[in-house]
């Protein structure tokens, strides 16, 4: 017997990290696109951008940027960023959906940028884990003309010292990832359990 009933949601965000990407304008100003599809194979990060967003034309033109992870705090920081887009003028799909334009995202989102070490997009200096990446990859998929996917190889990892353990590892004790799950924000809660593999 079972509880389970079929169901068709608008979204499938079942609980994934939000990620502030950030690429460089032509101007040679920094965009901020939050984000919430990606994931990690290795030292390669796999991203979900929505076609024809400024992030993705960046991307195309550069094959450089930072994905940035925000904590759970920042939460009221990267929803202020959600309806704001780079792209002047904004797209008709996009004021649709109620998105204006913002040249300046980080005084937008009281956020404070970095310089890169490897990159030339600016790093979000309010996140505790910094990765600056190299396009390595794009693909439009045949039965999805609404996204990109976007491959990318880290090349350097920055980490606040507060979450760092010892030399090389992240504390996932110290580490609070912002989650957003069916469209609402979500820290982590008490830990359960560790793989294995886990050296620490």
Not at 37 to 63: C, D, F, P
Not at 128 to 135: D, S
Not at 151 to 179: C, F, M, Q, S, Y
Request: net charge negative; charged share 20%.
């Amino acid at each position: 017997m079972t509880s389970h009933v079929a169901i068709q949601p608008k979204i499938l965000y079942y609980g994934t990290p939000v990620v502030l990407l950030t690429t460089e304008n032509e101007d040679g100003t920094t965009n901020i696109s939050p984000i919430s599809s990606s994931w990690a194979l290795g030292y390669h990060v796999i991203l979900g951008l929505g076609y024809g967003s400024q992030g993705l034309e960046n991307l195309r033109r550069t094959k450089e940027c930072v994905i940035n992870l925000p904590e759970a705090s920042m939460w009221r920081q990267v929803e202020a960023l959600a309806p704001l887009t780079g792209r002047n003028p904004v797209p008709a799909y996009k004021q649709e959906l109620g998105f204006r334009h913002e040249a300046d995202k980080f005084q937008a989102a009281d956020l404070f940028a970095l310089e890169s070490e490897l990159v030339r997009p600016k790093r979000v200096g309010n996140c505790p884990l910094q990765l600056e990446a190299v396009v390595k990859n794009i693909r439009i998929p045949d039965y999805a003309d609404f996204f990109a996917i976007v491959e990318t190889e880290v090349k350097r990892v920055h980490a606040d010292r507060r979450i760092v353990l010892g030399t090389n590892h992240i504390d996932p004790a110290a580490w609070n990832p912002l989650i957003y799950n069916f469209r609402h924000y979500f820290g982590l809660g008490d830990e359960l359990g560790k793989t294995y593999r886990s050296e620490t």
